[in-house]
């Protein structure tokens, strides 16, 4: 015999715990179901274990999907003050980091602990570790066939987030239940990732690695159908591999496959501009000129990659070699062979195609009683806080829908 629930929520994520604790303090009854031993390992580890549990500025603009507007009815509905005044309630220490990045001063474990506090006042039920065997439609509800037992439940939210981070446990369950519903998928891929470069043509960069700046990085046209363009003034890390830090995970949502990410290493200086007014009066050598304005590794790394001998004098150089010179460093155009995958990324962009949701409560246009919510729909927030602030309002807006 099933055990009944008006709700059953899959994934017990951000997301899901959410959902699954709004539901319940409506009186639904809920049972949420999750395959890991370990709960909500993303929350976990996020924020260097302090997990930045929102952006306090965000908003729509700061999500990518392939129906923008989608977005805006959860986001506008449930706030980063309405998650503020979760915490606050639960007497967790905070502080702002930078860029209205919100992160606990103690640890990710009081985020995970607030949710299941908020999860038993509604007297959630919980199944974990649980597989999750089969999902059927039925006259009844939904039939969850599990390794625990079978459950019935009137309404099912889905809640398994992306492909991101295999290791704790990601998975494409989410994605296979929508389209065993008929559901579309915008083409998964791996976001708010590390960039690579292939071995030859990053040779003369590979020994920068450890190099750290403050730079602009930009991508895409913003021409054409469904080109969308980024820009970021974020940190850049060189790594063995090709770059990484803030600036790159931000601009890989944004980067399309065979297309250069444009970087401006000295965003507030027109280099050659400067060099080519200072050849009379500056008596150095290029490197030395360089490296007052960036790490001496990178500015001797620069000037070789480019063919510049770091001891020739700026006073002997022509103007069109000082255009060339500063065009590398204020727009270095180079295209990344790949990213560092799913195993490295942070989040995964595409997902459910939100035109098969319903804005207002997340379920399933053709499907009564099934909701997609959090990381598995296809919204993708920047880095920074964005993508928890999409999980609670998302869970939030099928945890008051659901069973309508």
Known sequence: MAKQYDVAVIGAGAAGMMCAAVAAQRGKRVVLIDHAAKLAEKIRI?????CNFTNINAGPANFLSENPHFCKSALSRYTPQDFLALVKKHRIGYHEKHRGQLFCDDSAEQIIQMLKEECAEGLVTWRMPCQVGSVENTSEGFLIATDTGDILADSLVIATGGLSIPKIGATDFGYRIATQFGLNIIEPRPGLVPLTFDGPSWEAFAPLSGIALEVEVATGSG?????????????????????????????????????????????????????????????????????????????EGLLLANGFEPDARLADMQDAKLRKLGDAINRWAIVPTGSEGYRKAEVTLGGVDTRELSQQSMMANKVPGLYFIGEAVDVTGWLGGYNFQWAWASGVAAGQAVGE
């Open 46 to 50: 996020s924020g260097g274990g302090r």
């Open 223 to 299: 021409k054409g159908k469904g080109a969308k363009r980024g820009h970021f003034r974020e940190d850049l890390l060189f790594t063995h591999r090709g770059l990484s830090g803030p600036a790159i995970l931000q601009i890989s949502s944004y980067w399309q496959p065979g297309t250069p990410i444009v970087l401006n290493l000295l965003p507030d200086m027109d280099v050659a501009q400067v060099l080519i007014e200072g050849k009379g009066a500056i008596k150095k050598q290029l490197g030395n000129v360089l490296s007052q304005w960036l790490p001496v590794r990178l500015a």
